[in-house]
């Protein structure tokens, strides 16, 4: 029996009603995934989103229905196919099914995660989730960690916490007395540092006269044995998962190298994707040593394959995070001692980020999990062992997800190689990128997406053949999706 209608009934009906047609149009998206080009290429691509976002006028607003529909028909012709299996450029990750319907929920419950107050309910699905993620990625259980947007966030939040802390080691307080003659800060960082770890020092306002780079071997691990020597206060920023290779710097025998200083030393990982390894039993033995940094980084919105904006940094002493990131008024009412985001992270409101984290974890369980990793690697070597027999070089041994390879040695393998991974993303049916690994052009093959399988990878791997056939034996048309 329904009461008398309230002043809110019509808008709740009617909010309600767009969400379930969006969630039609995002069920339909899912099921299309297959047999649509993986990325749209080409002018018309390019003139028809165009054409059809000039539609829609901030003077001219439309009802949320036909905004919807026409937001979805664009997502059915331009979205990136990331999601479906047969993408395998940059680590972007999939979306798991738990992850993703738990995200819409989320988005539905729009909670704000600043402070417990604010959500009771998110505050202690993040706390549970926090937990299983150091267990799981093998850190110290006594860690702090905290969501933020990515690893690029991740890093830089770590960063800045190091400094304050390096800084206080030298009886230099920050926070009264900034920055200015403060003393000064070394950063020894691999040769082979991802550009986000990078642009963290530079916003921390250590800048390049302070950065100097550790040699790395021939897969981009830094060489323990040619470790610049620690000369004051220093941070070394060391990496799991080299962003090309996938290879992990020996972070447990750098943080023994240099516990041989006496000055302050703070180690750092960034983990955006390998540090998953650990929560692989087959590939744990990959990052030992890692858990015995200072701080990492990491993404569960690579790996672990929940939707964008989700990024974990961690501290070994949260003291730390605490003393650089907290902030306070009276109109907040955090209470010491209650675990508060806005004073473990940069930002004060932001989404609750474990919702899909958990239940990713609550669905996959750390078998599931272990799964997903071996998987990805798994399929890793598979893409390598076909395109070694077929005569591609592999530039580095596969030891996670990634895979580099060259079609050709000199000038004119690399114009082979950017000529492939043209042809390839011409081809609609998958998508690699390039990169320049010491000296020498490649395609980087990242395998990150739940959806992707064996078949998956083997019509990826026609593809690449396909298209180097074609360069190398003029057209042969059967690869390409007209
Ligand atoms: C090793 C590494 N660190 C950091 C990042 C930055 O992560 P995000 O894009 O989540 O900010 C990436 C992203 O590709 C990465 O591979």
């Known amino acids: 029996m329904s009461g008398p209608a309230e002043p809110n009934d019509r808008s709740r009906t009617a909010k309600a009603e767009l969400f379930r047609r969006a969630a039609e149009r995002g069920a339909d998206y899912i099921a299309a995934e297959r047999g ?74 729009d909670q704000n995660i600043a402070l417990p107050v604010m959500s009771p309910l998110a505050s202690a699905i993040d706390e549970r989730c926090v937990d299983w993620l150091l267990d799981l990625l093998g850190l110290p259980a006594t ?62 306002g250590i800048g390049t006269d302070s950065i100097v780079a550790a040699p790395v071997d021939g897969c981009g691990r830094i060489d323990v044995e040619r470790l610049p020597p620690i000369d004051g206060p220093t941070l070394v920023v060391t990496q799991a998962g080299n962003v090309n290779t996938g290879h992990v710097d020996p972070v447990g025998a750098i943080v023994d190298e240099v516990a041989e200083s006496t000055a302050p030393v703070w180690v ?55 003393a650089t990131m907290a902030t306070d008024a009276a109109y907040l009412g955090s209470s010491e001692g209650v675990r508060s985001l806005m004073h473990l992270g940069l930002q004060m409101s932001q989404p609750a980020r474990a919702i899909p984290v958990w239940a990713t974890l609550a669905a996959l369980g750390r ?50 190689t950017d000529a492939v991974i043209d042809a390839v993303a011409r081809s609609g049916r998958t998508w690699m990128g390039g990169t320049t690994w010491q000296g020498r052009r490649a395609m980087r093959i990242s395998v990150s997406d739940i959806a992707s399988d064996e078949a998956a990878v083997d019509a990826a791997t026609d593809a690449v053949l396909g298209a180097w056939a074609e360069f190398t034996r003029g057209p042969d048309r059967k690869n390409i999706v007209e």
Request: net charge negative; with cysteine; proline share 4%.
């Open 143 to 204: 860690a702090t960690a905290s969501f933020c947007s990515g690893a690029s966030v991740a890093n830089l939040t770590a960063v800045i916490t190091a400094r304050d802390a390096l800084l206080a080691a030298a009886d230099w307080d920050t926070a009264t007395r900034g920055l200015a003659g403060a003393p000064s800060l070394t950063a020894i960082v691999s040769a082979e540092i991802h550009v986000s770890a990078l642009k963290a020092l530079r916003l921390a």
């Open 367 to 416: 078998n599931g999990v272990a799964e997903l990793v071996d998987r990805c690697c798994d399929l890793a070597a598979r893409f390598a062992a076909r395109l070694d027999e077929a005569g591609a070089t592999i530039l580095a041994p596969v030891v996670l997800n990634q895979v580099l390879v060259s079609f050709g040695p000199g000038a004119a393998g690399d114009a082979t």
């Open 36 to 109: 649509v080009p993986v990325v749209p290429v080409g002018a018309e691509h390019a003139m028809d989103l165009a054409t059809r976002l000039a539609a829609f006028d901030l003077d001219r607003p439309r009802s949320s229905e036909t905004v919807i529909d026409a937001l979805a028909d664009l997502g059915r012709d331009h979205a990136v196919r990331s999601t479906g299996g047969r993408y395998f450029g940059f680590v972007t990750g999939g979306t798991e099914p738990t992850a993703l319907a738990a995200s819409v929920l989320a988005s539905v419950w």
């Open 268 to 322: 750092h990982v960034d983990g955006a994707f390998g540090l998953w390894a650990a929560a692989s039993p087959g590939r744990r033995h990959l990052v030992d040593g890692v858990e015995r940094a200072d701080s990492w980084a990491t993404d569960c919105h690579k790996w672990l394959n929940v939707p964008y904006d989700c990024g974990l940094v961690a501290v070994a002493d949260g003291r730390h995070l605490r």
